[in-house]
């Protein structure tokens, strides 16, 4: 069982670049969610999902898409990278909505120059 | 308001103290769930311990021990005999209601020197 894992680790881009980063997990879990990190300020959610083929907007969404198209992937997209996008970003996942705790990957170090 | 709050930025401790992480949360919403998570410097985030609203037993797993309030909307964590290995940054969060949507309070950064 690898968890909840992330692609790719690191990345650096420049302004205006796009890029997706990969979560996949093979829980069999209904529930995945995309935080950034930042010093002092814990972890924010960007988007969530409750299933296949659904995505919903958390506290941040603003300059990040998503797409869930197979259970066990979960995308996360910057269309235009800016430098306040330069974060650490965490992807999660869980079997249910409320209750239960969160799995997480192991994060993306992302730079935006 | 929804928020979780830990006062205490950066704890640093000798090994063998004991040490009490800080955690206050707000909530309108009657029915709730509380977690702490680990996070070492590894950077991946551990689950520790969930507690839900209708529940204030308090709760020991070995050094770790959790102190539910909600009279005065905390829930604390307390480590024993600290060791190395606890060094951390520690995060308390919320679940309100049914959102599913985890709040995280700001952190708490453990360092437990030798």
């Known amino acids: 069982n690898a968890g909840v894992t992330q692609t790719p680790k690191f990345r650096v881009l420049k302004t205006g670049q796009s890029m997706t980063l990969l979560c996949a997990q093979d829980m069999n879990h209904e529930y995945m969610y995309w935080y950034r990190q930042d010093p002092g300020m814990g972890l924010r959610l960007i988007h969530y999902?409750?299933?296949?083929?659904?995505?919903a907007k958390g506290e941040v969404p603003d300059g990040y898409n998503v797409s869930r198209l197979k259970k066990q992937n979960f995308l996360l997209g910057l269309e235009s990278a800016a430098p306040s996008q330069t974060s650490v970003y965490f992807c999660a996942s869980s079997w249910g909505y409320s209750y239960n705790e969160q799995f997480f990957g192991p994060g993306t170090r992302l730079t935006v120059l | 308001a929804q928020k979780v709050t830990q006062a205490q930025t950066e704890i640093s401790v000798v090994e063998k103290e004991d040490v009490t992480l800080d955690c206050v949360y707000e909530t309108r919403d009657t029915t709730y769930y509380l977690f702490w998570y680990k996070q070492p410097p590894s950077g991946e985030l551990v689950f520790l311990i969930r507690?839900?609203?209708?529940?204030?037993q308090n709760e020991i797993s070995g050094r770790y021990s959790w102190n539910f309030q909600k009279s005065t909307s905390s829930f604390n964590f307390t480590i024993t005999a600290s060791q190395v290995v606890d060094s951390a940054v520690y995060f308390c969060?919320?679940?309100?209601?049914?959102?599913?949507?985890?709040?995280f309070g700001q952190g708490t950064t453990l360092q437990v020197k030798p």
């Open positions: 999902s409750v299933g296949e083929g659904t995505t």
């Open positions: 969060a919320l679940v309100p209601g049914n959102t599913g949507k985890l709040i």
């Open positions: 507690r839900n609203s209708f529940d204030e």
